[in-house]
């Protein structure tokens, strides 16, 4: 990086106006980075193989039991789940996602 300063004559001014530009940059690289990985992993997240490994949710219906994937939920609760009363599951995953939200946040500052 190459700083110019021709408005201020003082040595340690341009000595801090240097600083100031050249502390700036390395920032806006960072958060380039930064955005540009969380780009990257929200797009992998979002993208799936396809593959029958990759499945959300399995109903097993001799046990009763629903399981999440994604977040690891199981619940034994199949019959209610099945008539629509899915709030269990829709609490967890909100749960989850507000938490990873803190996490990201707490790791910018």
Known sequence: MV???QDQKSHIRI???HFEYCV????????AKK???????NETLRLSSGDRSA????YNYPQGRVTDHRIGLTLYDLPNIVNGDIQ????ELS???NTEKLKEASEIF
């Open 3 to 5: 700083a110019q300063c």
């Open 15 to 17: 000595k801090k106006k």
């Open 24 to 31: 700036h940059g390395l920032y806006d690289q960072e958060l």
């Open 35 to 41: 955005q540009e990985e969380d780009r990257r992993r």
């Open 55 to 58: 499945k959300i949710r399995t």
């Open 88 to 91: 269990k599951i829709i609490d």
């Open 95 to 97: 749960f989850v996602e």
